[in-house]
């Protein structure tokens, strides 16, 4: 799952959002570095991820994409993933979706310090395009796969892959929603 997932699954703890949100960027025993609730916030996203990579349902997703996209299969279809969850918003949660990445952005400036340089770099271009609302737009979608496709070594492809959504949108959809009630229940069981 990509941003949007991790921080609506990390509940209303800032500090697991934070630590959520970073997950990617922290590596290893590198997680020593941060308080407790962070820390269970990064293991929370580990947790996801690792749940998210084993599923049947998700590798089906990602088996569609691969003959074009190779290994960036998994990236993609986080994204798209993200983008049923943003289109659907009203189903999983109660808070507005502009609301609810309002909150974030002004919530994470207060950890500026805490969080890597390479987070707070992409949070200025994440913030002023509002990346998480404009998920829900195939649009969104497009300039997100398009800028991350501008950032990898190798030729991903990732800025044609909004035409796969599209030409596979019905199912992509049906994937997520068998996919992510049963990540909402995993998630919560990590809690406890």
Request: aromatic share 16%; glycine share 4%; no cysteine.
């Amino acid at each position: 799952m990509n941003f949007l997932a991790h921080l609506l699954l990390s509940g209303e703890n800032d500090k697991v959002k934070i630590g959520n949100f970073i997950g990617d960027f922290v590596k290893g025993n590198q997680i020593e570095n941060y308080e407790e609730d962070i820390q269970f916030g990064i293991r929370l996203h580990r947790e996801i991820d690792s749940f998210t990579d084993s599923h049947p349902v998700v590798l089906k997703s990602k088996k569609r994409l691969r003959p074009t996209f190779g290994h960036y299969s998994p990236v993609i279809v986080d994204v798209f993933y993200d983008h049923f969850l943003a289109k659907n918003w009203s189903t999983f949660s109660s808070t507005d979706l502009k609301e609810f990445t309002v909150q974030f952005y002004q919530m994470i400036s207060n950890y500026s310090s805490v969080i890597p340089q390479a987070v707070n770099n992409m949070l200025v271009y994440m913030s002023q395009k509002n990346w998480l609302y404009n998920y829900q737009f195939i649009d969104g979608i497009d300039r997100a796969l398009t800028g991350m496709s501008k950032r990898t070594k190798f030729n991903s492809k990732m800025e044609v892959a909004a035409l796969s959504l599209k030409e596979n949108y019905a199912e992509f959809e049906s994937e997520f929603h068998q996919f992510f009630p049963e990540l909402q229940k995993h998630t919560q069981s990590f809690f406890k």
